[in-house]
Nanobody, 124 residues
């Protein structure tokens, strides 16, 4: 079974940057679209970005468009989420998950193999 592990979270000041990583074990990521999600205390989980299996297609939620960039390195079996111009409202636990779609991704469809999450806190 595909296992995903997130890393790279931490405390950052408003306007700062972080890069999250989603690494896979046991299986290659080549066949999976990968999505990034976040959940803040008391709020529903939000899908914020996804990337197709070969990286040719990506999608972003309006809340992060223009500030976050998703990418992947299938040779290293890792998907990244570069987060710039961070705001306090970006504070949340960030999760990655896999989707079995070919050459596309869909934030509204089912994802599985969820990681354990990494905390991102944006505060001065």
């Amino acid at each position: 079974q595909l296992q995903l592990v997130e890393s790279g979270g931490g405390l950052v000041q408003p306007g700062g940057s972080l890069r999250l990583s989603c690494a896979a074990s046991r299986f290659t990521l080549d066949y999976y679209a990968i999505g990034w999600f976040r959940q803040a205390p008391g709020k529903e989980r939000e899908g914020i970005s996804c990337i197709s299996s070969r990286g040719g297609s990506a999608d972003y939620a309006d809340s992060v468009k223009g500030r976050f960039t998703i990418s992947r390195d299938n040779d290293k079996n890792v998907v990244y989420l570069q987060m710039n111009s961070l705001k306090p409202e970006d504070t949340a636990v960030y999760y990655c998950a896999a989707q079995n779609l070919f050459r596309r991704c869909d934030l509204t469809a089912d994802f599985g193999s969820w990681g354990q999450g990494t905390q991102v806190t944006v505060s001065s």
